[in-house]
């Protein structure tokens, strides 16, 4: 049990000179290990004695609460967590207000090289949130969603509660403070946090202690980031099979916070309410209260937000063909179906590449997974192709892609020394087991969104004539008819080239 010298009220930032975006100075504390049963106090002997969670007299006068993250016969694994709150989150007035919705829209069209939305004046990150795509809905609780977020103001007092499903944050550009009824918890890029359904929170940024002479006010910092939303399921550690013990993400390397509290604003009323803003089937609802809701002095259980540094990741490396990129996965979350992931969470770091005999750009292929690809920092790798940090790819479902002929070609000859590669570059993939649909909003209103470069692939050509007398030799051998080279020659009209995005045909209605 850690008890916790923080009993934070809000602003949760509220001087920026005690506050560093370098985590050498985070001032919170955190309990390690994946899906532990943690426990926690702020005031010590605030828990239940053991044997019970709901005693008749609450220590200190706390009222107990249970929060359950999963339906009552679950596996132990995803078991409750019980709150000792200063007060039950149960006095509250709803609020006619609705903003919204999150939902999406059906789309086939491959899109490619998305970027953050810059254009945002005094945004919260609930403010700042917009859907990029999915696939399933939330109320059956199967699918999921990938927003983007770019924010620049503080939600104060407010709260966000997500009723739909588990967020997944892969921050891009500045850090996160994010308070939530189980504590505190400091993110920033190569940090990724999981905040589970139901548990609110509330988002500040961590601005720079050093202000340039003369900047003005109005040039305000901002953060930008993913989010990776999963309906109906959790995100767990991917089996290590054949591995062992060792590599990709280590049970000790995930943090957790401890319990703490919102002292004043959680004992007597406010004088201005509380917001809390729920998601819920994809539509932002709102109500007010007049404590804060940053009320827990102490908790226990598995149900809890937590962060993992993406930098102690283990790569694995091949000495020959590629490892599949679920070779990369951090997190992954069951789908309904025995064996088959709904979405891997995967990231590429700096490794070791030893591999010989093949290839070391992408190879050609489909793959039933839709592949989003994103860089966090630095320059990816992977691809012969431009990729700006903060940027998005995506390729459908059992679309068609791979590098570049010239990549190819190059990539053919090259000797593969075993050297270090992602040096100071981080990219990550959601590896969805499913089709992928934009949202009108990323289709339409998004100001960076473009379809692929058209015309990458035009100097592809066949190989075979380069080899003709010497298939021709082994057919002949084998008493099989050989090739006619002269039949081989073709050549691809203008027009098929580059077909225009208005000559596309038309997607089918989505099956939702
Ligand atoms: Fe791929």
């Known amino acids: 049990m850690e008890p916790s010298a923080i009993a ?21 504390k955190y309990q390690c290990g994946f899906g532990n049963h943690h426990a926690t106090e702020a005031i010590p002997g605030s828990l239940p004695r053991h044997g019970t969670n709901l005693p008749q007299k609450c220590p200190y006068g706390l009222y107990a609460e249970h929060l359950n993250g999963t339906s009552f016969v679950s596996s132990r694994d995803t078991v409750s ?15 006619a207000h609705a903003w919204g919705p999150l939902t999406t829209e059906p789309s086939t069209d491959v899109a490619a090289g998305l970027s953050l939305d810059t254009q945002v004046k005094k945004t919260t990150f609930v403010q700042g949130l917009r859907t990029i795509g999915g696939h399933g809905d939330a109320t059956l609780r199967e699918g999921l969603a990938v927003h983007q977020y770019a924010f620049n103001a503080d939600m104060c007092q407010q709260a966000f509660a997500n009723h739909d499903g588990e967020f997944l944050l892969v921050p891009q550009k500045g850090t996160l403070n994010i308070k939530t009824e189980m504590g505190m918890l400091r993110v920033r890029p190569g940090i990724i946090a999981v905040l589970p359904a139901g ?17 003005p006010e109005e040039e305000l910092e901002e953060a930008r980031g993913y989010v990776l939303e999963i309906f109906g399921s959790h995100y767990t550690l991917p089996e290590l099979g054949v591995l062992g013990a060792n590599g990709l993400a280590h049970l000790r390397d995930f943090e957790y916070p401890v319990a703490a509290f919102d002292f004043v604003s959680s004992s007597k009323p406010s004088s201005s309410p509380w917001k809390i803003i729920l998601k819920l089937a994809g539509r932002l609802n709102c109500y007010s209260q007049p404590y804060s809701p940053f009320n827990v002095v102490a908790w226990h259980g598995r149900y809890a937000p937590y962060r993992y540094n993406l930098s102690h990741f283990a790569h694995l490396t091949a000495n020959s063909d590629q490892l599949d990129p679920t070779a990369y996965t951090v997190l992954t979350a069951p789908s309904k179906y025995p064996g088959v992931s709904l979405v891997d969470f995967c990231i590429f770091g700096e490794k070791w590449a030893v591999v010989k005999d093949s290839w070391r750009i992408a190879y050609y292929h489909r793959t039933m997974a839709t592949e989003i690809l994103g860089v966090i920092k630095g320059l990816y790798l992977g ?10 790819r995506f390729e459908q479902a059992y679309m068609p892609h791979g590098e570049t002929y010239e990549a190819w070609k190059r990539d053919r000859e090259d000797s593969h020394e075993p050297g ?7 990219g990550f993939m959601f590896h969805i087991s499913s089709h992928f649909a934009l949202t009108k909003w990323a289709m339409e209103d998004h100001p960076d969104i473009r379809l692929e470069q058209p015309g990458l692939w ?45 000559n596309l045909p038309t997607p089918p209605p989505a099956p939702f």
């Open 8 to 28: 934070h009220d809000q602003p949760a930032i509220s001087n920026p000179k005690e506050h560093d975006a370098d985590m050498e100075l985070d001032p919170y």
């Open 81 to 95: 967590n019980v709150f000792l709150p200063i007060n039950p989150d149960v006095s509250f007035t709803p609020l």
């Open 199 to 215: 548990i609110r929170f509330s988002i500040s940024l961590v601005r720079s202690s050093h202000k340039h002479a003369g900047q």
């Open 383 to 392: 691809s012969v192709r431009p990729f700006e940090e903060g940027g998005l």
């Open 420 to 426: 270090m590669v992602g040096k100071d570059s981080l």
């Open 458 to 502: 035009d100097t592809m050509r066949s190989n075979l004539m380069d080899h003709i007398d010497e298939i021709n030799a082994n057919l002949k051998k084998a008493g099989m008819p050989i090739l006619d080279a002269s039949a081989m020659q073709v050549v691809p009209s203008a027009d098929m080239k580059h077909p225009k995005r208005s």
